[in-house]
């Protein structure tokens, strides 16, 4: 079935670092690809989505690119600010209707 | 536009009582899934409703029930609560029936804690 592995976390990191956090997935078919963001105490919040091979997504200074090739969905950031401090989410699908979650990756930046 | 809508916010149950969530999904919006999020987990899907048809089920046991109204709204009922079942609740609502390309969008959360 489908799954997501995500880099775990914490990441801690000083304003106007670098952020990059890994995502590969297994599937069959071809599935869009998705990170969602939340924020404490809220719900899930849609950053960016890319719905086929090569496709980037991209919101608010994030980027992630769908590469087949690695079956991977790296998030990047160039410049973070202590208003990006989140839980982000990568997520594979629908696929049987769902979408499948990897377990989340604590970022959380200082200023 | 308002985004999808859950309640309660919050809800505290005791152990073996029945518990009911609410969602509107997003004007336009006839396909509501429902997720439950274990602190410090991702989220795990319990069901899917497109037009008012079940259309997937995750692997929940039988104490979990939904159903969408005519408006497109949903309830997520859950019987004989148990402690495993406190975290947060999600709604999502998506525009198509579930294909490959279809966006779910996410509400606040019903946070459910059973003592």
């Known amino acids: 079935g489908n799954s997501v592995t995500q880099m775990e976390g914490p990441v801690t990191l000083s304003e106007e670092a670098f952020l990059t956090i890994n995502c590969t997935y297994t599937a069959t078919g071809y599935p869009s690809l998705f990170w969602y963001v939340q924020y404490p105490g809220e719900g899930l919040q849609l950053l960016l989505k890319a719905t086929k091979a090569d496709d980037k997504g991209s919101n608010k200074g994030f980027e992630a690119t769908y590469r087949k090739e690695t079956t991977s969905f790296h998030l990047e950031k160039g410049s973070v600010q202590v208003s990006d401090s989140a839980v982000y989410f990568c997520?594979?699908?629908?696929?049987?209707?769902?979408?499948?979650f990897g377990a989340g990756t604590t970022v959380t930046v200082r200023a | 536009d308002a985004g999808v809508t859950q309640s309660p916010t919050h809800l505290i149950k005791t152990r073996g009582q029945h518990v009911t969530l609410r969602c509107s999904p997003i004007?336009?919006?006839?396909?509501v899934s429902w997720y439950q999020q274990v602190l410090g987990q991702g989220p795990q899907f319990i069901f899917q409703?497109?037009?008012?048809?079940?259309?997937g089920r995750g692997n929940f046991p039988d104490r979990f029930s939904a159903r969408q109204f005519p408006n497109y709204s949903s309830e997520l009922n859950v019987n004989a609560l148990l402690l495993g079942d406190s975290a947060l609740y999600l709604c999502a609502s998506s525009p198509l029936g579930g294909g490959s390309t279809d966006t779910q969008y996410f509400g606040p959360g019903t946070r459910l804690t059973v003592l």
């Open positions: 997520a594979l699908g629908p696929s049987d209707y769902k979408l499948s």
């Open positions: 409703y497109y037009e008012k048809e079940e259309r």
């Open positions: 004007s336009g919006h006839k396909s």
